[in-house]
């Protein structure tokens, strides 16, 4: 190696360093707002498919096991049984759930670049902060996000989709006009199949970004027309169909006892238990990238018009088919999950709008141009004061009303006189509401924490995610960031030369802080690892005794190895399989008969205290459970039981404001079969 080459090399070096450092803040950063919390949400269910094809004579006895219509459709099950067996279940959860986040971003980050391409590192790095920090929600319940932190298969799923449209957008193969060849459509086919197997529900952006960019308008309109009849004579025939719980045709229908079920006890298919806040969160991703449309062209253009076909019809499906129709498969497909695109495009649209408008102040600040750009800052930034209102009321509607009437009327050939004053006054106040809607969320949480038992827990970097508050400095560095190719930034952001340092501090505070499990979320993942130490408790009970244990998830599998009896999460999958959805239903009224109305949680077996007249009802049913499992302070002193010491303390948060937080550190264990009082007829 020649000397020149040796003394380029730290300049080279130097430059790649730069190069890459915007890409490894914005991953480090992502990962620092998604801090691994454990098996929680639809992990535990995932989990449970695990431990139940590993014990099926015992945890695989649980109803939710028992009565599977959901598993089969995902090799995920599979693939973490696969990785359990390999490294441990725990660590195969949490391998999998970041292995899932390092793709998502990647995948991001590939179709972001395939949008705007001449858009430099850093921009693009705040565009896709901005996009993932902002509001993740979609559809119902406001309880399901786009690139989750947890072991499931949507994030893997919605990763893959996201590499198929950035393939469709391929500026050097794809040029407007040119066609695709056909390592492209192999690659993309590949990539929307490998997504099906893992997710078939989160496939459909994909498959309309094809439809819509890979065939002529007149083949285009061929396909959508012939989807659209065949989806019409299917609802048309289950419309007139007979109903029954032993009909399993292509148009078969929710029978009366089933579709009772799902509406007394809710369910995120049906879209007509969605709230209001739900529906604005809609209308305004929507809207969103409606009114940004006009700032793209060419194949992004035609990809925002397929994200916004494919939601639109997903949503009318969803409703046609589940709340007018009752079709049982169509409910099951719940075709409103196309919405994760939208929720991921909206804000890209939105962040796009304000560089545009911010390179039009520069200008045409002059009149007559003046007022109008002046009017669309105030619609801006209504349009962003609805964003964070999402959260809080479905009177982000109405804003959302009042910022597209601005933004129409300064888009109009209309003259328009708006002074300076009057325009920053309205930006001020537009501003201090969205300060105050961050600082009361922030409010909020650090109420109820300030109440936490254990004091460290009220300064670890989960309760800040919780908070709101890092979110929200990520999204003011994002903005900053994604409008540096504006001069006015330009001249003032010189971030060149501190940036690899930069990169290299937050990527190793990132894996400081990437597991923030609680204590007894530790324990309780490391149980999976190692046989149980609790079998003192059973006393010789059978593999299958069922487990009735109060607030429960994951604690009757993992740590007495036992089908759990009832549950909120039995019954997460109940639209998927009639019988499942009865048994729970069954279990659930007959909780309700001993609960106290306030006590008792939608989609929730729950008791609030366990005595002697609770337990005689509950054992002494045909079907009830084999052992009863409660915190110490919630069984009456005339219970005989065994107690269960936890390896850590568990904290429940307050049911009502300003409530203690539940501390448990031992259970009591009651067994219905052994006890004189509580045994069962046979």
């Not at 695990?50 to 099950?77: C, E, K, M, N, R």
Request: glycine share 8%; aromatic share 8%.
């Amino acid at each position: 190696m020649s000397p020149q080459v040796l003394s380029s090399l730290p300049s080279r070096m130097l430059d790649r360093a730069n190069a890459w450092s915007p890409f490894v803040i914005a991953l480090s950063v992502f990962l620092l707002l998604r801090p691994y919390d454990g098996i929680v949400h639809d992990a535990r269910l995932y989990v449970g498919y695990v431990l139940a094809a590993w014990d099926p004579q015992g945890v695989g006895q649980d109803i939710v096991f028992v009565h599977d219509g959901q598993s089969g459709y995902s090799i995920y099950p599979a693939l973490l049984n696969l990785v359990g067996r390999t490294i441990g279940l725990a660590k195969g959860a949490m391998v999998l759930s970041m292995t899932a986040l390092l793709l998502w971003f990647s995948a991001a980050w590939r179709l972001v670049w395939a949008m705007f391409p001449a858009m430099g590192t850093t921009v693009r790095a705040g565009l896709l902060l901005w996009a993932t920090s902002l509001h993740t929600l979609y559809g119902g319940a406001s309880t399901i996000h786009f690139a989750e932190n947890f072991a499931a298969p949507r994030p893997m799923a919605e990763a893959l989709v996201l590499l198929a449209m950035a393939e469709l957008l391929q500026p050097k193969l794809a040029r407007q006009g040119a066609s695709y060849s056909l390592r492209q459509l192999g690659v993309v086919g590949l990539l929307i199949a490998l997504a099906a197997a893992i997710h078939p529900l989160m496939i459909v952006p994909g498959l309309a970004a094809f439809v819509w960019l890979v065939p002529t308008a007149r083949w285009r309109a061929l396909l959508a027309g012939s989807g659209a009849v065949v989806l019409a004579l299917v609802l048309c025939v289950s419309g007139f169909s007979p109903q029954g719980p032993d009909t399993g045709s292509l148009f078969a229908t929710f029978d009366a006892v089933w579709l009772e079920i799902l509406v007394r006890r809710g369910s995120i298919a049906l879209l007509s238990q969605w709230s209001g806040v739900d529906w604005a969160r809609i209308a305004l991703q929507f809207a969103t990238l409606l009114l940004a449309r006009p700032t793209v062209s060419g194949r992004v253009r035609a990809l925002w018009d397929a994200t916004l076909v494919a939601g639109v019809a997903g949503v009318l499906l969803s409703w046609l088919a589940t709340d007018v129709i009752h079709h049982r498969l169509l409910t099951q497909i719940q075709p409103w999950r196309v919405l994760w695109a939208v929720a991921f495009m909206a804000p890209i649209a939105l962040l796009m709008q304000f560089r545009g408008l911010w390179e039009r102040s520069i200008t045409s600040a002059r009149p007559p141009e003046g007022g109008p750009i002046r009017l669309e800052r105030l619609a801006m930034a209504l349009l962003l004061l609805a964003w964070f209102m999402l959260e809080v009321s479905g009177a982000a509607l109405w804003v959302l009303v009042g910022a597209a009437m601005l933004l129409g009327v300064a888009r109009s050939n209309l003259s328009i006189a708006l002074g300076d004053r009057t325009v920053r006054v309205g930006l001020g106040l537009i501003g201090m509401l969205v300060v105050l809607l961050i600082v009361l969320r922030a409010f909020v949480v650090w109420e109820v924490y300030a109440s936490h038992p254990d004091a460290l827990s009220r300064w670890v970097w989960r309760t800040w995610v919780t908070s709101g508050l890092p979110n929200a400095a990520v999204l003011i560095v994002a903005l900053l960031a994604a409008c540096i190719g504006a001069r006015p930034v330009r001249a003032v952001v010189r971030m060149a030369k501190p940036m690899p340092a930069l990169a290299v501090m937050v990527a190793v505070l990132c894996v400081l802080a990437l597991d923030q499990r609680t204590m007894y979320a530790k324990w309780l993942d490391a149980q999976t690892e190692r046989p149980s130490t609790l079998n003192h408790v059973l006393q010789n009970a059978s593999s299958s005794a069922t487990v009735f244990w109060l607030d429960a998830d994951t604690e009757p599998w993992v740590l007495l190895n036992r089908p759990a009896w009832g549950g909120g999460l039995q019954g997460t999958p109940k639209v998927f399989d009639r019988a499942l959805a009865v048994v729970w239903e069954e279990r659930a009224q007959l909780t309700d008969k001993v609960t106290h109305p306030t006590w008792a949680r939608r989609n929730d077996l729950a008791l609030e205290t366990v005595n002697a007249a609770t337990l005689r009802t509950i054992c002494d049913w045909p079907s009830g459970p084999d052992m009863v499992v409660a915190p110490l302070d919630r069984i009456g002193a005339d219970v005989p039981r065994d107690t269960m010491r936890t390896g850590a303390p568990r904290y429940l948060p307050p049911s009502v404001r300003k409530g203690p937080w539940q501390v448990i550190t031992a259970y009591g264990v009651v067994r219905c079969a052994e006890r004189a009082g509580f045994r069962r007829e046979s």
